[in-house]
């Protein structure tokens, strides 16, 4: 006799045995009864889904793929052929399934399988095989709690909604399935429900293709300027919400996300001296002869063209990025007039985008941290102990764009009940102002020219006018041969003349901003510029 026969006798046997048992017991009792009408449901819960999370436009971010769950009454007859539906590393495990007698639950069988017992059911995965934007929704653990991201920030919201999925079967006193061995499906809750962030789904997906490739460490972010709102926000590397443990082991930290994390950020900076510069009566057309080098107190601060860039202006310090200019203009403004401007512009402050769930405010240093003047040079050019996020370059930028109001970064448009309209919506905050509306349009002009005028541009999109600034800073660490690793930027906008998306762009162990983050800016805006072109043409 084969052993798939034994096996299978085995199995009829024990399932004989407990309907015997069953019987025995029945028997026995004085309350047969009522015995038996207690015993006349047994129901298994096949999928229990979590209220929705959906993007700007109501398209759902989780929950759009399914999955098939299978639903077993255990039958000698039939035992045999879901054996042989499995492969040989799943059948012990069915086996000891079907040894229990009872009605269970089971994702190893084939789906579409038509055998008498085994109702069918298809339940939401909560995550994707290539989930989008997991920084920003974050994950549940095995116990279905929100851990991280709007999981954690909205996790009493999203539990106590969502669509559940019941399997039930009609026994009779002998725990017999009444008629068929099929069991009853029900659905009931609500699939509707769930939080709207202001991510759009296609901008999103935009920046994760072009990151993926382009990016190993690092992230993007793209802000609606006029109101603050984060469209995507793409951090590198990416990780699988479906397996953490993967995530935990590797060194690169991809659970981190990068987004409203604080870096280094150089010459971006570079834009608050200007606005603070500007906003204080310094003409833009203030000249300044850059030799290279700049003594501070006894302190060389080198420019990085070491032969100097000669007598420049402002515009034209901006377009080559030159340190020893923005050196020269951060000590006459003072340490304090730079904090000032740069807190106008949001560094050193963290946003609250949803309960629990914040930006890193990054390092601001108080005028009284900096007491020298080698201090403040440091700070002009973006370095030092100064940090910044992703999200606070793209408020900085923002106020460029928006004539001098810094808006407070928003990611929850709300919540809805219907998966139409928002039900409850969610207050936005009131812009800062950071500079005059003479001083933005300035910039605006500057930043453009460094993206037209400065040579072998590699931010300068192809489909779309651009403006914007690029950054490489020094971070302090060092990697095994002892050079030193630099956090390359660019920050901007497109189009340049009517403003529609705000990019902030890190690239961490990058080599320039130019060469590192300035081509991801290009294919975002290229792509972006296409995606809407399409969206148009197909508007009705």
Same mark, same amino acid.
């Given at each position: 006799?084969?052993?798939?026969?034994?096996?299978?006798?085995?199995?009829?046997?024990?399932?004989?045995?407990? &309907?015997?048992?069953?019987?025995?017991?029945?028997?026995?009792?004085?309350?047969?009864?009522?015995? /038996?009408?207690?015993?006349?449901?047994?129901?298994?819960?096949?999928?229990?889904?979590?209220?929705?999370?959906?993007?700007?436009? %109501?398209?759902?971010?989780?929950?759009?793929?399914?999955?098939?769950?299978?639903?077993?009454?255990?039958?000698?007859?039939? #035992?045999? *052929?879901?054996?042989?539906?499995?492969?040989?590393?799943?059948?012990?495990?069915?086996?000891?399934?079907?040894?229990?007698?009872?009605?269970?639950?089971?994702?190893?069988?084939?789906?579409?399988?038509?055998? *008498?017992?085994?109702?069918?059911?298809?339940?939401?995965?909560?995550?994707?095989?290539?989930? $989008?934007?997991?920084?920003?929704?974050?994950?549940?653990?095995?116990?279905?709690?929100?851990?991280?991201?709007?999981?954690?920030?909205?996790? @009493?919201?999203?539990?106590?909604?969502?669509?559940?999925?019941?399997?039930?079967?009609?026994?009779?006193? &002998?725990?017999?399935?009444?008629?068929?061995?099929?069991?009853?499906?029900?659905?009931?809750?609500?699939?509707?429900?769930?939080?709207?962030?202001?991510?759009?789904? =296609? $901008?999103?997906?935009?920046?994760?293709?072009?990151?993926?490739?382009?990016?190993?460490?690092?992230?993007?972010?793209?802000?609606?300027?006029?109101?603050?709102?984060? +469209?995507?926000?793409?951090?590198?590397?990416?990780?699988?919400?479906?397996?953490?443990?993967?995530?935990?082991?590797? @060194?690169?930290?991809? +659970?981190?996300?990068?987004?409203?994390?604080? %870096?280094?950020?150089?010459?971006?900076?570079? $834009?608050?001296? #200007?606005?603070?510069?500007?906003?204080?009566?310094?003409?833009?057309?203030?000249?300044?002869?850059?030799?290279?080098?700049?003594?501070?107190?006894?302190?060389?601060?080198?420019?990085? &063209?070491?032969?100097?860039?000669?007598?420049? *202006?402002?515009?034209? /310090?901006?377009?080559?990025?030159?340190?020893?200019?923005?050196?020269?203009? =951060?000590?006459?403004?003072? /340490?304090?007039?730079?904090?000032?401007?740069?807190?106008? +512009?949001?560094?050193?402050?963290?946003?609250?985008? #949803?309960?629990? !769930?914040?930006?890193?405010?990054?390092? +601001?240093?108080?005028?009284?941290?900096l007491p020298n003047p080698a201090d403040v040079a440091n700070l002009s050019f973006?370095?030092?102990?100064?940090?910044?996020?992703?999200?606070?370059?793209?408020?900085?930028?923002?106020?460029?764009?928006?004539?001098?109001?810094?808006?407070?970064?928003?990611?929850?448009?709300?919540?809805?009940?219907?998966?139409?309209?928002?039900?409850?919506?969610?207050?936005?905050?009131?812009?800062?102002?950071?500079?005059?509306?003479?001083? #933005?349009?300035?910039?605006?002009?500057?930043?453009?020219?460094?993206?037209?005028?400065?040579?072998?541009?590699r931010a300068k999109p192809t489909r779309v006018s651009a403006a914007g600034k690029?950054?490489?800073?020094?971070?302090?660490?060092?990697?095994?041969?002892?050079?030193?690793? !630099? @956090?390359?930027?660019?920050?901007?906008?497109?189009?340049?003349?009517?403003?529609?998306?705000?990019?902030?762009?890190?690239?961490?162990?990058?080599?320039?901003?130019?060469?590192?983050?300035?081509?991801?800016?290009?294919?975002?805006?290229?792509?972006?510029?296409?995606?809407?072109? $399409?969206?148009?043409?197909?508007?009705?």
């Amino acid at each position: 006799m084969s052993k798939r026969m034994i096996a299978v006798f085995s199995l009829f046997c024990v399932l004989m045995s407990f &309907l015997n048992i069953r019987v025995a017991t029945l028997a026995a009792s004085a309350d047969l009864k009522e015995t /038996a009408l207690n015993q006349r449901s047994y129901t298994l819960t096949a999928g229990s889904a979590r209220g929705q999370i959906y993007d700007r436009n %109501f398209n759902s971010l989780v929950n759009t793929e399914a999955k098939t769950v299978s639903a077993v009454l255990p039958q000698p007859e039939t #035992a045999e *052929d879901l054996l042989d539906s499995v492969s040989k590393e799943d059948r012990d495990s069915l086996y000891k399934s079907l040894q229990q007698g009872r009605p269970f639950l089971t994702e190893l069988l084939p789906k579409e399988l038509e055998t *008498d017992g085994v109702t069918q059911v298809s339940v939401p995965e909560r995550y994707g095989k290539n989930q $989008i934007a997991s920084h920003i929704i974050g994950y549940i653990n095995s116990e279905g709690k929100g851990v991280t991201g709007i999981e954690k920030a909205y996790d @009493d919201f999203l539990s106590g909604t969502g669509e559940i999925t019941q399997v039930s079967y009609t026994l009779n006193g &002998l725990g017999e399935a009444l008629k068929t061995g099929n069991g009853a499906v029900s659905k009931t809750g609500d699939g509707s429900s769930g939080v709207v962030l202001t991510i759009d789904r =296609g $901008i999103q997906a935009v920046c994760e293709n072009v990151g993926s490739k382009m990016i190993g460490q690092g992230a993007v972010v793209v802000m609606e300027p006029s109101t603050g709102k984060l +469209l995507a926000c793409a951090s590198f590397p990416e990780y699988d919400p479906n397996d953490i443990a993967s995530s935990l082991k590797n @060194d690169a930290g991809p +659970l981190l996300n990068r987004c409203f994390s604080a %870096f280094p950020v150089g010459s971006t900076f570079k $834009i608050t001296l #200007a606005a603070a510069a500007l906003d204080s009566g310094i003409p833009a057309s203030l000249a300044y002869g850059c030799t290279g080098l700049i003594d501070v107190s006894g302190q060389p601060f080198h420019c990085h &063209l070491l032969s100097g860039h000669g007598t420049i *202006d402002m515009q034209k /310090a901006m377009i080559e990025s030159c340190n020893t200019y923005f050196v020269s203009l =951060g000590l006459q403004l003072g /340490a304090k007039k730079i904090v000032e401007s740069a807190s106008n +512009l949001s560094f050193g402050r963290q946003t609250e985008l #949803a309960e629990g !769930l914040y930006t890193s405010a990054g390092v +601001l240093p108080k005028p009284e941290e900096l007491p020298n003047p080698a201090d403040v040079a440091n700070l002009s050019f973006g370095q030092g102990r100064l940090l910044a996020t992703p999200v606070q370059l793209c408020q900085m930028i923002s106020s460029v764009v928006n004539g001098g109001k810094t808006p407070v970064a928003q990611l929850v448009e709300g919540t809805t009940r219907d998966g139409v309209t928002l039900s409850e919506k969610k207050e936005s905050s009131a812009p800062i102002y950071a500079m005059t509306e003479s001083t #933005a349009k300035t910039l605006q002009d500057f930043l453009k020219a460094c993206v037209e005028q400065k040579g072998n541009m590699r931010a300068k999109p192809t489909r779309v006018s651009a403006a914007g600034k690029t950054g490489t800073a020094q971070t302090g660490s060092f990697d095994e041969v002892g050079n030193e690793k !630099l @956090d390359a930027w660019f920050a901007g906008y497109f189009p340049a003349e009517n403003p529609k998306y705000v990019v902030a762009v890190v690239v961490e162990n990058g080599t320039t901003g130019n060469m590192s983050a300035g081509p991801v800016f290009a294919e975002i805006a290229d792509n972006l510029t296409l995606l809407d072109e $399409i969206k148009a043409e197909q508007a009705p």
